[in-house]
């Protein structure tokens, strides 16, 4: 993490002060070092007309908390404890261990500590010599501090803040802005986002394009509502309709389509990093997170107002606990990755939740990078350490809960039934497994040692009697066994969510490790951690907001309740206030990035000052009260700005060269940005043009086709071998939309990964462009972009052959050929027929036996486990050998096609 240096100058007056005054201190600590004692005041007086005496607070925070962390606290703290001593906290010190206190308040010479870091008597501390004694200095401070009253305070206090104004402009309340006129053109103007638009593009001397055609516009907005590609009949309907309210109907039929949900929905898992499993070295899955991915779609859908949406996820147990739905919205908290494990430290495992959820919280709803204060002070915003662990406190109660929640009339499950059996077939089949190798062991077992022994032995026992292959077998179905049941809950009416405290009976961790108990939540203190580190605990905190939020905006900060109950209910509602000058900032800033490829501040997880600020500050402001205006409606901001001529301009400008050289990022709109499709977009269109994407909604998550090489490669789980990957066995559920894939940590989809897929670990605040060799191995040469090019060449190959190229074109442009490519197709296609009736494709290969292996982690020894590449009955798709020259050629057109920029990019 960053120094604390640049908190230095404010505190203490200027950088060249802090300098001299350092520099001053140390030339009289080396002066006073024959008589520490009786000078160490006298050397402080010096330099006092010029410079203010450190006061013993500073002096911890500056020499004595580092020395303590650096030196003392692996012994004397949170994991150790040696000689009964703790130093973490000033009681603890004053209390002492086995030798009596370590200090004594304002008598250093008495005082132990100060007799073992001077190495005056047998206890020497830090062990190991002279040589590892602390410097004169450092010895002479700790005397000052204890005659001083020995304080203990937190790392790093804010006391000035002194902060530029322009970096500040996220914490001030957002402007009533008017709307600008000066070098607008009212005719230009369709939408109130229009005038602050063509302001900037006066001040910066450009001129507007103009508006795009209308099959380029339905594809866009298309697109950017569903993350699909408008159908044939859809483009031909809108451009035959010449009627003013045309495009207007248009956006208005995407915001109530089903599919705008599942494309925003999509979006804001981005930014909570939805994944269905939980990382770390097991992944375990968590079965019943697709519960909270499809409230997300539904809430988006349904248009809820963005605040009910927020304090349903921060707090919706505690606000609404009769509502079923605010229950699953708490998946929120639960997101981000997490493992306990046996070997894990409880206090460890529990320090990594509360670090992620309170930096999860900052940057989803309030655009800020908290956890750099996790560690000290802000080193750029005014967040003082102290703030960052009052907004944990406000988690410190809550723990992870695995309830039960009746299914909800509009969730998906159907097929429930169908979809458990083989997760209950399969743990059958292992525990028989398991039950037959403990048999063997126990046999042999009774002839060592006597049938009684063998009737009373445990399998920890039995496994003594296995040879080294059994072993190692054995602890493989044992951890698919747990996979397999912890899969088969993902058809239980249960939630993944958090509650007030631990309630036994919902307790979703204790089922494989023992972690905390009710007492450690109930009673839950919060402590400023030096350094990030839980062994260096310094002043306790209560459940509190951000100071620099009153400071600067006026808006007073709640009080949050320091018991079990309603922390996080305060906390919702202060982050939903129309009063928080960053709440409604932030998300329609999210809003306006998904449609221009750029928030108007380009970082929309960090508005302080390392990101970038806002292009159009004004146009942020009065979007931001808009937002509240209409009741905090996502569709009501979708459709100011979609209606926007700046939305609908052309991407291509007439003077592009000036444009170029004025504007080179178009910072300021006068064209439209074109983009490359997402991955889910890409693959999803892809499925879509074929005819072969499902429209089944919801439910749990399902695993579609992907390259042999990665479903096949062995994969590792604490201590031995995954299951291999299965697609699912039936062609409408391998090819759902991809926000309803199962998203798993440890194996992400290849088409979504090397297309710049979101991080599941990490909060994704938008989505690169990269461009590799490897996109176009993917595009060109996958098995599903081979498939779905086939199942398209068929489709088209029941066509008319006059009407062949024209529809290929129209299903993945969304445009007619034109002439030219009409003649250079065909003769293309002619080509390709010749070819493909020469040679005739080799017939489908049955699936060879997967073989793995895995070296032990207890003895070093490889072992090799054969499992077959299906368990069941499997649907494949259409294969080259089975179909006719013509439609292998449309095949090729197929693929040509998904390979082209035209296809892969909006404009």
């Not at 005041?41 to 006092?48: H, R, S, Y």
Request: hydrophobic residues 40%; proline residues 7%.
């Amino acid at each position: 993490m960053e120094s604390n240096e640049s908190s230095r100058p404010a505190a203490f007056g200027g950088e060249r002060c802090w300098a001299m005054r350092m520099r001053a201190s140390r030339s009289i600590l080396r002066l006073a070092s024959s008589d520490p004692v009786r000078n160490v005041a006298m050397g402080l007086a010096l330099i006092a007309p010029a410079f203010a005496a450190p006061t013993a607070e500073d002096i911890f925070v500056e020499t004595i908390q580092p020395t303590l962390k650096q030196q003392c606290l692996g012994c004397h703290g949170e994991a150790n404890t040696f000689a009964k001593l703790d130093l973490r906290t000033r009681e603890a010190a004053i209390k002492g261990g086995q030798r009596g206190p370590a200090i004594i308040s304002g008598d250093p010479a008495s005082s132990l500590l100060v007799s073992a870091i001077d190495h005056a008597g047998e206890l020497q501390m830090p062990p190991g010599g002279a040589e590892k004694r602390l410097p004169p200095d450092v010895r002479l401070a700790f005397r000052e501090w204890i005659r001083s009253g020995a304080p203990y305070v937190q790392a790093e206090a804010a006391s000035d803040w002194d902060f530029d104004e322009a970096d500040l402009w996220a914490f001030r309340p957002p402007a009533n802005v008017k709307l600008p006129t000066a070098g607008v053109d009212p005719a230009l103007v369709r939408t109130s986002v229009d005038s602050f638009v063509l302001a900037r593009l006066a001040e910066k001397d450009l001129r507007p394009a103009p508006a795009a055609d209308k099959v380029t516009l339905i594809r866009r907005v298309t697109y950017d509502l569903t993350g699909l590609p408008p159908t044939p009949e859809e483009v031909d309907a809108f451009v035959n309709d010449d009627s003013a309210e045309a495009y207007k109907a248009l956006v208005d039929r995407l915001l109530d389509s089903p599919r705008y949900g599942e494309r925003w929905g999509r979006h804001w898992l981005d930014v909570t990093r939805y994944a269905d499993t939980a990382g770390y070295s097991n992944d375990f899955e968590r079965p019943n997170a697709w519960r909270y991915r499809d409230y997300v779609i539904r809430s988006f859908n349904e248009d809820k107002p963005y605040d009910q949406f927020v304090l349903e996820q921060v707090a919706g147990d505690e606000l609404f606990p009769d509502n079923p739905d605010a229950i699953l919205a708490t998946g929120f908290l639960r997101s981000g990755p997490w493992e306990h494990t046996g070997m894990a430290v409880a206090a460890v495992s529990r320090q990594l939740f509360l670090d992620d959820v309170t930096h999860h919280v900052g940057q989803s709803f309030l655009g800020l990078t908290l956890g750099c204060a996790r560690c000290h002070d802000h080193k750029f915003d005014p967040i003082p350490t102290r703030d960052y662990y009052r907004i944990q406190a406000v988690f410190a109660s809550t723990a992870f809960a695995r309830r039960p929640v009746d299914f909800l009339p509009h969730e998906s499950t159907a097929g429930f039934e169908v979809g458990r059996r083989p997760f209950e077939a399969r743990i059958a089949t292992l525990e028989r497994r398991m039950q037959d190798l403990h048999k063997a062991a126990r046999a042999r077992l009774a002839e060592a040692k006597g049938t009684e022994a063998a009737a009373n032995a445990g399998s920890s026992i039995l496994q003594r009697y296995m040879d080294k292959e059994e072993a190692e077998l054995l602890k493989l179905l044992r951890k698919r066994v747990t996979m397999h049941k912890l899969s088969a809950l993902r058809f239980e009416p249960l939630a993944m969510t958090v509650s007030n405290g631990l309630v036994q009976e919902w307790d979703a961790v204790a089922s494989r490790n023992s972690y905390m108990q009710p007492a450690e939540y109930r009673e839950a203190k919060t402590h400023v951690l030096v350094g990030g580190d839980i062994q260096a605990p310094a002043q306790a905190v209560t459940p509190g907001v951000l100071e620099a939020v009153e400071r600067y905006a006026g808006f007073p900060s709640p009080k949050i309740p320091d018991g079990l109950e309603g922390r996080r209910s305060e906390l919702a509602k202060w982050i939903v206030n129309p009063r928080n000058p960053l709440t409604a900032r932030v998300m329609v800033n999210r809003i306006w990035q998904y449609h221009f490829g750029r928030g108007l501040a380009a970082n929309p997880n960090n508005f302080g000052k390392m990101g970038k600020k806002p292009s159009h500050p004004e146009l942020l402001d009065w979007l931001a009260g808009f937002f509240i205006d209409q009741a905090w409606s996502v569709k009501a901001v979708h459709r100011v700005i979609l209606l926007s001529a700046a939305y609908q301009r052309a991407s291509a400008h007439p003077s592009q060269a000036e444009v170029g050289a004025k504007d080179p990022e178009n910072l300021y709109l006068s064209h439209f940005s074109p983009r490359r499709l997402e991955a889910e977009e890409l693959r999803d269109s892809i499925i879509s043009v074929a005819g072969e994407l499902s429209d089944m909604p919801g439910g749990p998550g399902t695993y579609p086709q992907i390259n042999a090489d990665v479903a096949l490669q062995p994969r590792h789980a604490m201590g031995t071998l995954r299951p291999i990957y299965e697609a699912e066995p039936t062609r409408r559920r391998r090819n759902r939309r991809s926000v309803y894939s199962f998203q798993q940590r440890s194996l992400i989809d290849p088409m979504v990964e090397v297309f710049n897929g979101a991080n599941p670990d990490l909060t994704c605040e938008r989505r690169e462009s990269s461009t590799v060799p490897t996109q176009a191995f993917a595009l060109l040469n996958s098995e599903q972009s081979r498939d779905m090019a086939l199942i398209m060449g068929e489709r088209l190959a029941e066509l008319p052959p006059d009407d062949r190229v024209d529809a290929a074109f129209r299903l993945a442009f969304g445009r007619r050929a034109d002439d030219n490519e009409v003649a250079w197709t065909q003769e293309f296609l002619e080509e390709m027929m010749d070819y493909h009736g020469r040679n005739p494709a080799q017939p489908r290969r049955p699936p060879d036996d997967v073989v793995h292996h895995i070296t032990s982690e207890l003895t070093g020894e490889k072992f090799e486990f054969v499992q077959p590449a299906h368990s069941g009955p499997y649907e494949h798709n259409p294969h080259p050998s089975d179909s006719s020259p013509e439609a292998r050629a449309l095949a090729d057109l197929a693929l040509a096609l998904f390979n082209s920029n035209e296809f892969v990019y909006v404009y």
